[in-house]
């Protein structure tokens, strides 16, 4: 009896995977929101103050990331604490069948023309 599925059985694999937990990293938009922080500079500093000096590039990888790398409770906690969230605003459970099909519309789509902007003849360097 195998505790994870081997890698060959796709049906055992997309069992496993159908019982994982789903969520929503919400650390960037909840720095904007919150804090009013557009960079991850401003994060480094404020970890420092609880015990965590992150590169640079560990602290991009924190907050842009679609899905976090592993990283200890002490440090959520201590997002939790900088942004005066709790793990619930942090760290959203997505609903297996409310996942949308497409994604979301990030604002108003522009208004293309049907017919060319510019004349046929426009670079022609003789007209």
Not at 76 to 103: G, H, N, R, S
Request: hydrophobic letters at 40%.
């Amino acid at each position: 009896m195998k505790a994870v599925p081997h890698g060959d059985e796709p049906t055992a694999r997309s069992a496993f995977e159908a019982l994982q937990p789903r969520y929503e990293w919400r650390l960037r938009e909840l720095m904007a929101l919150r804090r009013n922080w557009y960079t991850t500079t401003k994060l480094a500093p404020e970890l420092r103050k609880y015990g965590f000096d992150l590169d640079r590039s560990n602290i991009y990888r924190l907050v842009k990331a679609d899905r976090p790398p592993k990283m200890p409770v002490e440090l959520i906690l201590a997002l939790c604490k900088i942004l005066k969230c709790t793990f619930e605003d942090l760290v959203v459970e997505i609903e297996p069948d409310a996942t949308p099909a497409e994604p979301a519309a990030r604002g108003p789509r522009p208004v293309v023309p049907d017919m060319p902007l510019l004349s046929g003849d426009f670079f022609d360097a003789e007209g």
